[in-house]
């Protein structure tokens, strides 16, 4: 194999600019599929309250954009600019369009890089937490409103790139794509199977960060 044909190595920047591209797919939209705000507010319509939205939302996400049939409709329309695997930018399109949603739920910009930057962080489920901690940031069940108002762009840049290691480690192993160890996915490039236990923690995650906190008093 020659250096022409070999493929690159997946690498903390590729993620962040995979993420960059889903997050304007997910809210600009792409033929065929809801924009983040506009599969927002069809579950507005619902008439119910904002946390019912959001988990109607996560378990739609966690079922019918569980299928193969659904992400291989996406496989050629997320092709992006960097050596993603299809499946992988389908996943990533779908989990970053469903946490967006979640947030333009919960009444913010969507075109607010602070509020992007938060997007990335649900990316990490679990671990956002961890990755607020390690800049400094101290969460309390407060979270959001205040933080977000006073989030810079020194934070917004340390956000994006923590989020952009946490999501290598589990998208590659010492920088080579291993779609064995990729969490949103499980098997291989074809038909690769959405995991929904991730996409639920990642949904749960979007929830309480730019829906639950706002219902705090």
Request: aromatic fraction near 6%; proline fraction near 2%.
């Given at each position: 194999?020659?250096e022409?044909?070999?493929?690159?190595?997946?690498?903390?920047?590729?993620?962040?600019?995979?993420?960059d591209?889903?997050?304007?797919?997910?809210i600009?939209g792409?033929?065929g599929?809801?924009?983040?705000?506009?599969?927002?507010?069809?579950y507005?319509?619902?008439?119910?309250?904002?946390i019912?939205?959001?988990?109607?939302?996560?378990r739609?996400?966690?079922?019918?954009?569980g299928?193969?049939?659904?992400?291989?409709?996406l496989g050629?329309?997320?092709?992006?600019?960097?050596a993603i695997p299809?499946n992988?930018?389908?996943?990533?399109y779908?989990?970053?369009?469903?946490?967006?949603?979640?947030?333009?739920?919960g009444?913010?910009?969507?075109?607010?890089?602070r509020?992007?930057?938060?997007?990335?962080?649900?990316?990490?489920?679990n671990?956002?937490?961890?990755?607020?901690?390690?800049?400094?940031?101290?969460?309390?069940?407060k979270?959001?409103?205040?933080?977000?108002?006073?989030?810079s762009?020194?934070?917004?840049?340390?956000?994006?790139?923590k989020?952009?290691?946490?999501?290598?480690t589990k998208?590659?192993?010492?920088?080579?794509?291993?779609?064995?160890k990729?969490?949103?996915?499980?098997?291989?490039i074809?038909?690769?199977?959405?995991?929904?236990?991730?996409?639920?923690?990642i949904?749960?995650?979007?929830?309480?960060?730019?829906?639950?906190?706002?219902?705090?008093?």
């Amino acid at each position: 194999m020659t250096e022409e044909t070999k493929p690159k190595e997946l690498n903390q920047g590729m993620i962040i600019k995979a993420l960059d591209y889903a997050y304007d797919k997910a809210i600009n939209g792409i033929p065929g599929f809801d924009s983040a705000q506009e599969m927002a507010e069809n579950y507005m319509k619902n008439g119910d309250d904002s946390i019912n939205n959001c988990n109607s939302l996560i378990r739609w996400q966690n079922t019918k954009a569980g299928t193969s049939g659904f992400l291989t409709g996406l496989g050629g329309l997320i092709t992006m600019p960097v050596a993603i695997p299809a499946n992988l930018a389908s996943v990533m399109y779908v989990q970053i369009r469903m946490i967006a949603s979640i947030a333009y739920i919960g009444g913010y910009d969507l075109k607010d890089d602070r509020v992007k930057s938060l997007v990335y962080l649900c990316m990490a489920g679990n671990g956002a937490k961890d990755i607020l901690k390690d800049i400094g940031i101290v969460v309390g069940r407060k979270l959001s409103t205040q933080m977000i108002a006073n989030i810079s762009g020194k934070t917004i840049t340390a956000i994006n790139q923590k989020v952009g290691f946490r999501l290598l480690t589990k998208f590659g192993e010492k920088g080579a794509i291993n779609l064995g160890k990729a969490v949103p996915i499980v098997g291989g490039i074809i038909g690769g199977t959405f995991d929904t236990v991730t996409t639920n923690i990642i949904g749960n995650t979007a929830r309480k960060t730019f829906v639950e906190t706002k219902n705090i008093a």
